[in-house]
């Protein structure tokens, strides 16, 4: 039987023998010589591992028994400090007591024979196992090691398509460190027409590549609603419609969204399944407040309806923190959690420090102490207000290269009545819009005096809502909690938009808007639209009458007619 097939003088032919037994040991020698392995040799366990660092063996071959350090203790500490190297271990006993066989495949022997070893024939066929062990272990760590670059190409692949094209990544914070190559946790960002921004934190049932199945439909699915300009509950709904028809039995999105009102400093909060959302105010030591969840997370339920929003009204200093289930959950050595507690001593301090995340991340490492973690981590931390941006996208400057639009005119007229009205129309009517007259950020604008003049006209109109409600924070959750509810029950009234296009010179255009509702409209003469924008009452950060003051800064012009149940606005570029 041909078991050597590299020359004698290679390292990797050096087999370690250890026995105690003189003569025992001098025949075990002189069989391997025979058969063309260099040896080294050891008469206990101590002197076993000094000559194994020293020579690197291809193969051990111990005694169970030995003095002071026996052969169980020292398989230990060869398969322990092997590092990437396969060193198989061979254990040789006289015992005739199965419990010692047990004891050896525990110890990290990878076979045994039953001592005195006399058989040459017994010792080759034993030693082409080792081989053969060792060329599979080869092998598989070759294989293992393709698959790992190749799951790191496409975790990188996948990194790119899902959070490559997040925004304001120089001011929201973003921390993600996998438990295996692919990560369960997705973290996105993305601009809403009106200049608000949308932040996602996702995390998926699991970790590894399983989990991953819903991002490339989450991320599609959430930059797409967020630009069309959908409201937060509308991309939740559509993405657990996605994901309810996508994913196995068992596997579900908890997720948090967050939309965060650049210009107004307001924050509105979903919860799904995640931990608490944590706002933080500098010079504090606990929260200001934290979100917690109040509904299931997605792609469990068919018909989805999430809770209304949690509306936070944020101080220009304050920071949203987002965190998955990984931080709350890592362990130390001794099996203790992270817990909420540390999280939030962790957080309040880097808002000390100026640095939420990182003071973060540093605590949990601290507390793991090198332990590897069992799930995936992943945190975002959101400042209140981004600067060095324009207070709206939709004031951004539009150039004569940037509009792309059709030569004519056109009308288009949509009435919604009843429980239709419990539908956003306005994401629909710019995507047909910008499909027929073509793109330019001049929507951005069309999309905010639109959103406005709608919700002003179902609100204050058909619902009959009070805006002062909304004057201290508070009021704004009950004014919210009210709009849902009489939303919900909402069986008549109705809301008529009415656009009408012309074309302009040099590929300009102007678009007039008309908003008719059914409501009992206001009084003009005492409830001038001027008014709310001179008043000295109003500032940047007041909670009620921004609406109408926007839309005149947008809009070439604004007046209401028929008793106030009219709204008309006209926008040109």
Known sequence: ?????????????????????????????NMLIRLGFRVVEAADGHEAIKQCGNH??????????????????????????AGERFIPVLF????????????????????????????????????????????LYHEVKELHGFLQREEEVAEELFSRAIEGMNVATDQVRFYKKPASTFSGDVLLTAWRPDGDLNVLLGDFTGHGLTSVIGALPLAETFRAMTRKGYQGHEVLQHINTKLKSLLPPGMFLATIMVQL????????????????????????????SMVESADPPLGIIAEFVPAPARCVVLAPDDRILLVSDGVLEARNFKG????????????????????????????AEQFMAGRE?????????????????????????????????????????????GTMLRQNPVPVLMSQLQEMLGGGKHWQVVFTILTELYVNALDHGVLQLDSRLKSSVDGFARYFALREQRLAQLQDGEVQISLAYHSGPCSGGQLEIMIRDSGNGFDIASSSPGECCQSEQHDALALCGRGICLVQELADSLTYHEGGCCAHAVVSW
Request: contains cysteine.
């Open 336 to 363: 203790e959690m992270f817990s909420e507690q540390r999280l939030i001593g962790a957080a309040c301090e880097g808002m000390r420090k100026g640095n939420v995340a990182a003071e973060v991340i540093l605590a």
């Open 56 to 81: 690197a063996p291809w193969l051990v071959i111990t005694e169970v028994f030995l003095p002071g350090l026996d052969g169980f203790e020292v398989s230990r500490h060869i398969k322990q400090h």
């Open 1 to 29: 039987m041909g078991i050597v097939n590299i020359p004698a003088d290679s390292e990797q032919h050096v087999i370690l023998v250890v026995d105690y037994h003189e003569q025992d040991r001098a025949r075990l020698v």
């Open 92 to 135: 040789v006993t006289r015992a005739r007591d199965e419990g010692v066989y047990e004891r050896c495949i525990d110890a990290g022997g990878d076979d045994f024979l039953q001592g005195p070893i006399a058989s040459l024939s017994v010792l080759k066929v034993k030693l082409f196992a080792m081989q053969r062990i060792t060329r």
């Open 373 to 417: 973690q069992d799930d995936d981590v992943s945190l975002i931390e959101i400042p209140a207000q981004l600067y060095g941006l324009e207070k709206n996208a939709a004031a951004r400057r539009v150039t004569d290269e940037e509009v792309l639009t059709s030569e004519g005119g056109g009308n288009w007229v949509l009435t919604l009545k």
């Open 261 to 288: 009102s650049v210009d107004a400093s307001q924050a509105f909060i979903w919860n799904c399944g995640m931990p608490a959302v944590i706002i933080l105010s500098p010079g504090c030591n606990q929260p200001v």
